[in-house]
């Protein structure tokens, strides 16, 4: 599907519309004037006013809009709305209304969180996305109770805190629906130790950093890939490292991602404990052994419930559990079943995402069938309404692109039991200092913009490059 602009460059807030109201037509952006199927956004600045049209044809239907703005008025982000407003009305002429209306972005919970913050009711921020970014009443709610769990999280933070990432990029094999930057065990086993040597030279070198800025850790996550990949002893290697090398004293949440239940032992479970980890998060996606084969997952729905059972009798004070709506071979009654099966397991977290089809995926490249729109709906819609009966309340929410039916991540728990990691991250709350392959630093700067500094992304670079990334650390800690 054509796009071209016309007297303004605002590419990205009109193409994130576009991707995300017509999932299903390819993006092709242009400069000069087309014909046939294809969207116009145009923008005539004017000496009062700001005028944005709108014209959007597809399979012959041709839907249009105009709204304008004063001048005066017409900040950035007053006129990226204005853009994103008006290709939505156009598009309204040619589809249904989606659950996020206008909004294109990843965390729509910043707007909410934002207006909480500055002293509106809950009722209030769930008022301005329904009118201003046209969201629909359910997910508007949703939204706003994510958003008080991300002020009562922002209430445990001091000025010098930091959290700390650690990545393992590195998986038994690879998922069809994945699109991580992660080895294969099955071929990379050989990285593994020297991989490890290289993150303790990073540990090392950003404690003596942590140190000498006077920053403490409040939250430290190990993630992936998948963390348990490693042996037990290779797991005692790097959580005796990070806590070596890094004062963990003021921790109030650490997070290990077990992911996959085919990389789980007692062993290794109770490893982590031993070593201080609170939270351990055992991900199945589904509980229907069909789907998790037709989507390369070498586990059962049998091994999920030991490993849980196993964390448990390990001693974990939280335990999270993750399913994905819209996987192939799957619909509304085999997801409501998996979901009936985790649920009885009472985790204190439940992390329902929806599919997101991403070029990097298997499942991308073999476009295998998936559930419609409406059965991903249904998903959803039952999920929420088995998991508030159960005592759970979404405590953080996010969008990524080419998701099943444009919907969402929602992360639910129990009371008193919201992961801190996954709430400052998402939202961007404070600095996260990230170690390792494929590790993203965000460093939060006084102005309210982010420095980002990026780690290789494969194991292979990562170890070459181990010392242009200590050198980067270096960088990133100048700013903070």
């Known amino acids: 599907m054509k796009l071209l602009l016309r007297g303004h460059d605002d590419r990205y807030a009109v193409e994130q519309l576009q991707l995300a109201l017509f999932p299903e037509e390819p993006m092709e952006p242009v400069t000069e004037p087309f014909s046939g199927d294809g969207a116009v956004s145009s923008l005539h600045t004017g000496a009062v006013w700001l005028t944005a049209t709108a014209e959007i044809t597809l399979h012959g239907k041709t839907g249009r809009a105009c709204r304008r703005l004063r001048a005066a008025e017409a900040d950035v982000p007053a006129r990226r709305r204005l853009l994103q407003n008006t290709y939505y009305e156009a598009a309204m002429c040619l589809r249904e209304p989606p659950a996020w209306g206008s909004l294109s972005g990843v965390r729509p919970t910043k707007l909410t969180t934002r207006a909480l913050l500055e002293g509106k009711t809950p009722a209030e921020a769930e008022k301005l996305l329904r009118t201003r970014y046209h969201v629909s009443p359910e997910r508007s709610r949703l939204c706003v109770e994510a958003s008080e769990a991300t002020v009562r999280a ?60 006077g920053r403490t850790v409040r939250t430290l996550y190990i993630g992936g890939g998948t963390p348990t990949t490693l042996s037990a002893a290779q797991l005692r290697r790097l959580m005796e490292a990070l806590r070596t090398h890094i004062d963990l004293t003021e921790l109030v949440e650490y997070t290990v991602e077990g992911g996959r239940p085919d990389t789980l032992d007692a062993e290794k479970l109770e490893t982590i404990a031993s070593m201080g980890c609170g939270r351990m998060s055992i991900n199945p996606q589904t509980m229907n052994d069909a789907v998790l084969a037709r989507v390369g997952r070498r586990h059962t729905a049998a091994q999920t419930a030991a490993a849980y059972e196993a964390a448990r009798a390990a001693g974990y004070d939280a335990v999270n559990m993750d399913l994905i709506a819209g996987l192939p071979g799957d619909d509304p009654k085999s997801f409501a079943d998996s979901l009936r099966q985790v649920l009885a397991l009472a985790p204190e977290n439940v992390t329902v995402h929806t599919l997101a089809l991403k070029k990097g995926a298997d499942l991308y490249a073999e476009r295998m069938e998936l559930p419609s729109a409406d059965d991903v709906a249904q998903m959803l819609a039952g999920a929420e309404t088995s998991l508030r009966a159960a005592g759970y309340t979404p405590y953080y929410l996010y969008r990524q692109k080419y998701m099943s039916g444009s919907f969402e991540n929602i992360g639910w728990c129990r009371p008193g039991t919201a992961g801190l990691y996954n709430i400052y991250m998402m939202e961007e709350m404070h600095s996260i200092v990230s170690l390792g392959g494929g590790a993203m630093t965000k460093i939060n700067l006084p102005d309210g913009r982010l420095e980002r500094f990026h780690n290789p992304k494969f194991p292979q670079q990562y170890l070459e490059r181990i010392d242009d990334v200590l050198a980067q650390k270096d960088a990133a800690f100048r700013l903070l």
Do not use: W
């Open 154 to 213: 922002a209430q445990l933070l001091r000025p010098q805190d930091v959290s700390v990432y650690v990545g393992i990029p590195f998986c038994p094999t690879r998922c069809a629906y994945c699109s991580f930057v992660s080895s294969s065990i099955e071929r990379f086993s050989g990285l593994l130790e020297p991989y490890l040597d290289a993150l303790v030279r990073e540990i090392a070198h950003t404690g003596d950093l942590l140190r000498a800025s």
